[in-house]
């Protein structure tokens, strides 16, 4: 069992940044491929950005790249997802998640991001 918090979320306006991170416990950081999803009011939960076990290996939404950034620090067992140039469509609540190699998906309670025009 792994368990994920997230924090960092936020108000921001058109065009800024911010920062999310996830912190994992319960069990080794590095063998798990970690990501984000989102989920804005009305829509379904869709795929933001994911690294593998090295943090050498990365990859984004297509709305996404170019303007986030995801990166991992297993010493510290914490994934960031960098955001800028951010847009009202960007708005959601972000979700970490942890897949094993065994095919376990685990999920954070997520964290809201709010972009104003």
């Known amino acids: 069992q792994v368990q994920l918090v997230e924090s960092g979320g936020g108000l921001v306006q058109a065009g800024g940044s911010l920062s999310v991170s996830c912190v994992a416990s319960?069990?080794?950081?590095?063998?798990?491929?970690m990501g984000w999803f989102r989920q804005a009011p009305g829509k379904e939960r869709e795929f933001v950005a994911a690294v593998r076990l090295s943090g050498d290996s990365t990859s984004y939404a297509d709305s996404v790249k170019g303007r986030f950034t995801i990166s991992r620090d297993n010493a510290k067992n914490t994934v960031y997802l960098q955001m800028n140039s951010l847009k009202p469509e960007d708005t959601a609540v972000y979700y970490c998640?942890?897949?094993?190699?065994?095919?376990?998906?685990?999920w954070g309670q997520g964290t809201q991001v709010t972009v104003s025009s």
């Open positions: 998640y942890a897949d094993s190699r065994f095919g376990a998906r685990y």
């Open positions: 319960g069990r080794t950081f590095s063998n798990y491929i």
